[in-house]
């Protein structure tokens, strides 16, 4: 069982820069899969950036690669989202999710289904 709490969301001008930070509790983070999806409003859910525990597998959604940057801090039990060159089109609440598994693939960890926990969000919203 993991918890996790998104922080570092808000109000930034397109070109502007956000951190996000995702800090899980519980134990054996480093052994998790992270990932960082999104919701509009009015739209679906959609993938963002995923990085397997042990970070040799790194994806990103088509529509950030080169502006966004996800990593984790395993002392501090944190995934982070660095958004940068931010446009009105990121504007959505962002949220972490996570899931202990021995296996894994591009297509699963770009799928919401195969993330067994998740945050409550953070709001980004990216005024033009």
């Known amino acids: 069982q993991v918890h996790l709490v998104e922080s570092g969301g808000g109000l930034v001008q397109a070109g502007g820069s956000l951190r996000l930070s995702c800090a899980a509790s519980g134990r054996s983070f480093s052994s998790y899969t992270m990932g960082w999806f999104r919701q509009a409003p009015g739209k679906e859910r959609e993938f963002v950036a995923a990085l397997s525990w042990s970070g040799g597998s790194i994806y990103y959604a088509d529509s950030v690669k080169g502006r966004f940057t996800i990593s984790r801090d395993n002392a501090k039990n944190t995934v982070y989202l660095q958004m940068n060159s931010l446009k009105p089109e990121d504007t959505a609440v962002y949220y972490c999710?996570?899931?202990?598994?021995?296996?894994?693939?591009?297509?699963?960890?770009?799928?919401?289904?195969?993330?067994?926990?998740w945050g409550q969000g953070t709001q980004v919203t990216v005024s033009s």
């Open positions: 999710a996570a899931v202990l598994r021995t296996f894994w693939s591009e297509s699963l960890m770009r799928s919401g289904n195969f993330y067994d926990y």
